[in-house]
């Protein structure tokens, strides 16, 4: 089986809130100012997955100024929560790049409201996991994380957890788009998408 | 016949509701003078209080207003650098020759009395606010200077609140001052006022019938403050609140929302205000107060 491809998108919301909503300003606050983005987002991962298949979306908040929670709910949880359940050419994966602690007390406040789990990759390209996790979940990530690609069956021996831990972590990561199910049951952290 | 009505020498949250008692009072024909010349003190919510009632005035009889501006210099030294002797002028009918006055000693204004009608206005309060935030945050009140980002943010829910749920215009004003007798600490204070549907009346469409008699400004305001409800079927709505009062009680300060004949407030231990009061007098939409002092 061809393995697949995943095309990435870097999409830099500030480049992107300037062009859809007024080009002078850095800051991402207001509900209208949010949706303007996330409709440009949409817009352009519409144009990009109709035929190309799964994509990753890199969400590039390193220009970000304020984010408040209007804006990151509009933005952040409403592109997940619209993405979460779709297959086939709309299948988009998201990873959050640039995001500094004045944007991660909204984006976490978000992410909780909704109950939704977003993968980030700090400055220094180390990976992260946002959202509510139980600590086996987190735990598992950390596995994940340090072997990038592993095979399904490897998880349990590899991470010391039992079966009944792995399968819903796995499911719940899986459905919520921050690990990547790859052919020959191998499953992939968003953020090592690209060998990182 | 016109009507004569004092306004309260200190200009504040309580010398608000004052001024609001009297004015309910008011018969609904003839004229009114608002005399201010005896204040001596006010902060921004005092200040956009003092827009809100001209405002209802000027709705309710056909002559605008008259307001007798302070005769302190020094209280229209900050009222003028506040910018609320041009917002005023805009509402009441002033008596000629009484300008602005030349502001004296340093600025302790963050934002002037601003204007807030659309989620635009939110955009230039939180563009002109940032860098001014840092300097005032770090200096007066020995917050870090990355507090600025989080209190822009508190600054921007608590201004879009305006639109998205009291459906009308309003104001915010911000300036520090040094609570030395009260509290012997600097304090940033935001006022922020509007004249919309307050929160009973945003509310009420979706949650009224299931509160059935108890429903009323005091439950209206627990409603969205306490548990954050909001017309909104979104589950992503009423989190603004919830942020601003996390991010105040984090700082050690107070908010309190006045709404109808309610409030509600977040009381830290320097203040003995309480924590609900009911039985105001009635005053149209929603007035917000956010105090944050200096870190010891």
Redesign the interface.
């Known amino acids: 089986m061809r393995a697949r491809q995943t095309s990435a998108l870097a999409i830099d919301l500030t480049r992107l809130n300037g062009r859809t909503v007024?080009s002078f300003?850095s800051?991402l606050?207001?509900?209208?100012?949010g949706r303007a983005v996330r409709l440009g987002v949409e817009q352009q991962l519409a144009e990009l997955s109709a035929d190309q298949g799964p994509c990753l979306s890199i969400l590039d908040f390193s220009q970000v100024?304020?984010?408040?929670?209007?804006c990151a709910?509009?933005i952040v949880?409403?592109l997940l929560l619209g993405y979460s359940d779709r297959k086939g050419p709309s299948e988009v994966y998201f990873l959050a790049r640039g995001l500094q602690?004045?944007h991660l007390?909204?984006v976490e406040?978000?992410l909780e409201?909704?109950g939704l789990l977003l993968a980030a990759e700090d400055a220094g390209g180390r990976s992260g996991l946002l959202g509510p996790a139980t600590s086996d979940e987190r735990y598992c990530w950390e596995v994940l994380i340090r072997h990038g690609r592993i095979a399904r069956p490897e998880l349990v021996p590899k991470s010391g957890l039992a079966e009944d831990v792995i399968l819903p972590t796995l499911h719940r990561f899986l459905a919520s788009r921050v690990v990547v199910s790859l052919p020959d049951d191998v499953i992939c952290p968003v953020t090592k998408l690209n060998g990182g | 016949m016109r009507r004569v009505i004092a306004v309260p020498p200190t200009l504040d949250e309580r010398g608000f509701d004052l001024l609001v008692e009297e004015v309910t009072k008011l018969e609904p024909e003839g004229s009114v003078l608002l005399d201010a010349r005896h204040v001596r003190w006010a902060d921004p919510y005092g200040m956009v209080g003092l827009l809100a009632v001209g405002q209802v005035l000027r709705g309710r009889y056909e002559a605008p207003p008259l307001l007798q501006l302070p005769d302190s210099s020094e209280v229209m030294s900050y009222l003028g650098r506040m910018e609320f002797l041009t917002k005023a002028a805009e509402i009441f009918d002033i008596p000629a020759g009484v300008g602005p006055r030349k502001p004296v000693g340093p600025s302790n204004v963050l934002l002037e009395i601003t204007h807030i009608r659309s989620?635009q206005d939110?955009?230039e309060v939180?563009?002109h606010v940032?860098d001014r935030a840092g300097t005032i945050l770090t200096e007066k009140l020995n917050y870090s200077w990355?507090d600025a980002?989080?209190f822009?943010?508190m600054l921007?829910?608590v201004c879009?609140n305006i639109i998205?749920h009291a459906e009308s215009g309003g104001w915010v004003g911000i300036q520090t001052y040094n609570w030395a007798r009260r509290l012997g600490r600097q304090v940033v204070v935001i006022g922020v006022v509007d004249l919309g549907v307050g929160f009973r009346g945003s509310l009420a469409r979706e949650h009224a019938a299931r509160f059935g008699d108890r429903w009323d400004d005091l439950t209206a305001l627990q409603a969205a403050f306490l548990h954050g409800v909001t017309r909104f079927r979104d589950?992503?709505?009423g989190?603004?609140l919830k942020?601003i009062r996390s991010r105040v009680h984090r700082w050690g300060g107070k908010v309190s929302i006045r709404s109808g004949t309610a409030r509600i407030a977040d009381v830290p231990e320097w203040d003995d205000s309480p924590t609900t009061e009911d039985g105001l007098a009635d005053f149209p939409g929603s007035q917000i107060l956010i105090v944050l002092p200096a870190r010891v």
């Open positions: 007024a300003y800051d606050v207001t509900r209208p100012t100024r304020v984010m408040d929670y209007s709910d509009e949880a409403k602690d004045h007390e909204s406040a978000v409201r909704h | 989620h939110v955009h939180i563009d940032q990355a980002v989080p822009s943010i921007s829910e879009q998205e589950p992503g709505r989190q603004g942020q």
